[in-house]
Structure formats: structure tokens, C-alpha cells
């Protein structure tokens, strides 16, 4: 067999090599740009007082950084009442999202694996609920709350972010290809209940999928306003997103409790509320992207 010659090899590496694109690269480039400069900006404003933030430059910093005295502050405003939202905001975004994942994998995995009577009827009702805003929810669901005596409580809150049709949809089109029929049939004949089957064989099938709903049921409900907004009237039952906002409010006003440096607090709190959801991604990161990629393989 004849040997390549040299310029068939060089024409091999040039297939083998990545082609560049300039065009592409700059779009990535300018997108890259879009999601990490507000990021950036919060990072450089945390650092700045209340007068800097008005007279220096966005993205750069001032001549007396002052982070460690933002958070301090941050902190200690109307007696530490951050800490409370911020510890509400995890209780609410970590019941919902623990909730609503294994709701929906129940869901998901009774559609999949189920037949019954109804069953294409009820899967499209969910796939219309997906459609419907949640803010068109928002008055009903005060309504309803409100008659059950659950208004500003923190069951308001976790209740309705427990119900996610996206999430349900998801993890059925997940469980038809994750499970196989032929392993749910063993189980049945080595005498396992449908209970049993669920959690002991069908969780651990889902885990990638149940991990994807579980982070977007969290960053859902962290950075959740309105829902928290008309079912809670106790500051002490807020989370950080409408807290943060009451702040603004009386730094823009000058209610009661505002001062000169409202505003800096405002940002530095902002910047603090996103870090434990930078935190949950990174930890879960590899469970969603597998769950991604084998969404991706045929069974």
C-alpha cells in the first residue's frame, strides 16, 4: 500500500484543524460581553460608597475602595434584617425546588411509563399551563391564599412555586428514554411495588433530570418579586429580592431608616444574593450537563 505523500499529509492536518471563523468569533466575543458586564459592573459598584457611585466611572474602580465596609453595613442595616431575607430566600427557593423536582419526577415518570384514561388530554393541559405567564396567576393565587388564611405566611410563597409545568414536561420527555420498560418489568416480577420502583430504581435513573429542574426551579424562585410581593406585608418574612427593593425605595425617597449610603447597600446586597446561586451551579454543574448530553444520546 502506498505510503501518503507529503502534501496529502499536510492537506490531512489542515482537515483535522479547528477552521476559525471571524464573524462567529466576535459574536461570541460581544455575547460574552453582554452576560459578564453587568456581572462586572456589580463586582466594581460593591466597592464603592453611595457618592461614588454616582460621580466615578461604572466600570472601574474608585480611589477609596470600601468593600469589607459595604458588607459590613450591609449586615448590620435595621438591626441585620438582610441576614433574615437572605435566610427566607433560601428556605423558599430550597423547600420549592427540593418540591417541585420530585413532584415533577413523579409526574413526569407517571406520564411516561403509565397508560391511562386521559392521560394525552391531561399531558396537553400541561403543555398549555407552560404557556400561561405566572404573573396572570399572580391575583388568583392571592385570592385563593387569602381565603385559606395563608396570606403572609411562608407557605404562600412556597406553595405556588411547587407547581412547574415546564419542569413536569421535562423530566417526561426524560424518563421515556432514561428508564427502560424491560428493568421497570423485572422489578414488577422480582415482586417490587410501583412505590418502591419510583424511589429506589426510577429517582436515581432521573438524577440528571431532576437536577436540571431542581436549579431552574431555584433561580426561579430566588429571584421570584412578584409572587412575594402581593402575599407578604412582614419584612420579616421577605426575601432578598423585595427586601432589596424596599431599600431602594427609601434610599430613592428618604423614608424612614434611609440614609446617604442607601444605595451602596442596595448594590453590595445584590451582590451578595448572587452568590449562593453561583455557588448551587457550580456544585451541580456536572449532574446537569450529563443530563443534558444523555438527553442527547438514543437509547
Avoid: C
Amino acid at each position: 500500500m502506498d505510503r501518503p505523500t507529503a502534501v496529502q499529509r499536510k492537506d490531512v492536518r489542515k482537515a483535522r484543524r479547528p477552521r476559525r471563523s471571524t464573524p462567529l468569533t466576535i459574536a461570541m466575543f460581544a455575547a460574552l460581553a453582554y452576560f459578564l458586564l453587568p456581572l462586572l459592573w456589580l463586582l466594581i459598584a460593591s466597592t464603592k460608597s453611595a457618592h461614588d457611585l454616582i460621580d466615578s466611572f461604572g466600570l472601574w474602580f474608585s480611589d477609596a475602595p470600601q468593600l469589607w465596609t459595604n458588607v459590613k453595613d450591609t449586615f448590620t442595616q435595621d438591626d441585620g434584617v438582610f441576614l433574615t431575607w437572605l435566610l427566607n430566600t433560601v428556605l423558599y427557593a430550597g423547600v420549592s425546588a427540593i418540591g417541585a423536582a420530585l413532584l415533577a419526577a413523579a409526574g413526569g415518570y407517571g406520564f411516561a411509563k403509565f397508560r391511562f384514561r386521559g392521560d394525552r388530554a391531561a399531558f396537553n393541559l400541561v403543555l398549555g399551563a407552560v404557556m400561561v405567564p405566572t404573573t396572570a396567576l399572580a391575583i388568583p393565587t392571592y385570592l385563593l391564599f387569602a381565603k385559606a388564611g395563608l396570606v403572609n405566611t411562608p407557605w404562600a410563597v412556597i406553595l405556588p412555586s411547587l407547581v412547574n409545568p415546564f419542569g413536569l414536561y421535562l423530566m417526561r420527555i426524560y424518563a421515556a428514554d432514561a428508564i427502560p420498560d424491560s428493568l421497570l418489568e423485572a422489578a414488577r416480577i422480582d415482586g417490587a411495588g410501583e412505590v418502591r420502583i419510583f424511589f429506589r430504581i426510577a429517582l436515581r435513573l432521573l438524577g440528571p433530570g431532576l437536577v436540571t429542574v431542581l436549579l431552574f426551579t431555584l433561580v426561579a424562585t430566588w429571584n421570584n418579586y412578584f409572587l412575594p410581593l402581593i402575599m407578604l406585608n412582614d419584612p420579616e418574612l421577605y426575601p432578598v429580592t423585595v427586601g432589596l427593593s424596599s431599600w431602594a425605595a427609601q434610599a430613592q425617597n428618604g423614608g424612614a431608616g434611609a440614609s446617604s449610603d442607601m444605595l451602596a447597600l442596595v448594590v453590595t446586597g445584590s451582590l451578595l444574593s448572587i452568590l449562593p446561586l453561583v455557588v448551587a451551579f457550580l456544585l451541580l454543574q456536572r449532574y446537569w450537563q450529563s443530563g443534558l448530553a444523555a438527553g442527547g444520546v438514543k437509547q
